[in-house]
């Protein structure tokens, strides 16, 4: 969460974030610069709780198996991706969090279990699979996703991250916004 909450923090995120098409290999893309960041604050979590280096590897495992399977472009038939997302964050799910609607980003942080969203409240469903535009509208154009760019992007200066190059603010039609976190959609 606070990755997308803190400035400074975003500024590397967002190499994942701008990834136009969500698929496993969006799962890998993060910039060194937040991988170092990550890997500080396991150590400190892991000093402070005294892990096994056993017990951390099993926790290892399962979530970046989780990280692979939801951003995966995987389509399980609707009903048990409905199920499953009631527990465990689901591709549909977590494709909503990639959305290029501001609004949506902002919700599904969940990285293994869907209950974190619950509880905070930024549990967001209801969106129609086939509306979702993938990336940061600011950062779409083809030159920006290139290896050079996405690794100079966090000491750039940032552009407003949910408009397009041309100044057009992404929106979703109002309907679908106020569907909320009901059910998830096909």
């Keep these: 969460l606070?990755?997308?909450r803190v400035p400074f923090l975003w500024r590397f995120h967002n190499v994942h974030h701008i990834d136009p098409d969500l698929d496993v290999s969006t799962a890998l893309r993060f910039h060194f610069g937040e991988?170092?960041?990550s890997a500080g604050f396991n150590l400190i979590q892991l000093s402070l709780i005294g892990a096994s280096a056993w017990a951390f590897a099993a926790y290892q495992?399962?979530?970046?198996?989780?990280v692979l399977f939801h951003h995966s472009n995987l389509r399980l038939p609707i009903g048990l991706e409905r199920g499953l997302s009631k527990i465990?964050?689901?591709?549909?799910?977590?494709g909503i969090h990639h959305s290029q609607v501001e609004?949506?980003?902002k919700s599904n942080f969940g990285t293994v279990f869907t209950w974190w969203d619950r509880l905070h409240r930024t549990l967001?469903?209801?969106v129609p699979q086939s509306e979702i535009v993938v990336g940061i509208p600011a950062y779409s154009l083809p030159?920006?996703?290139?290896?050079?760019?996405?690794?100079?992007?966090?000491?750039?200066?940032?552009r407003d991250y949910w408009r397009?190059?041309?100044g057009a603010l992404v929106e979703r039609n109002r309907r679908s916004e106020e569907a909320g976190s009901g059910r998830l959609a096909d």
């Design 2 to 4: 606070a990755n997308h």
């Design 35 to 37: 991988i170092a960041f």
């Design 61 to 66: 495992f399962v979530f970046q198996a989780e």
């Design 88 to 94: 465990i964050v689901t591709p549909r799910m977590h």
């Design 103 to 105: 609004r949506e980003n």
């Design 124 to 126: 967001g469903l209801n």
């Design 143 to 158: 030159e920006d996703n290139q290896l050079g760019n996405a690794l100079l992007l966090p000491f750039r200066k940032q």
């Design 164 to 166: 397009r190059p041309d």
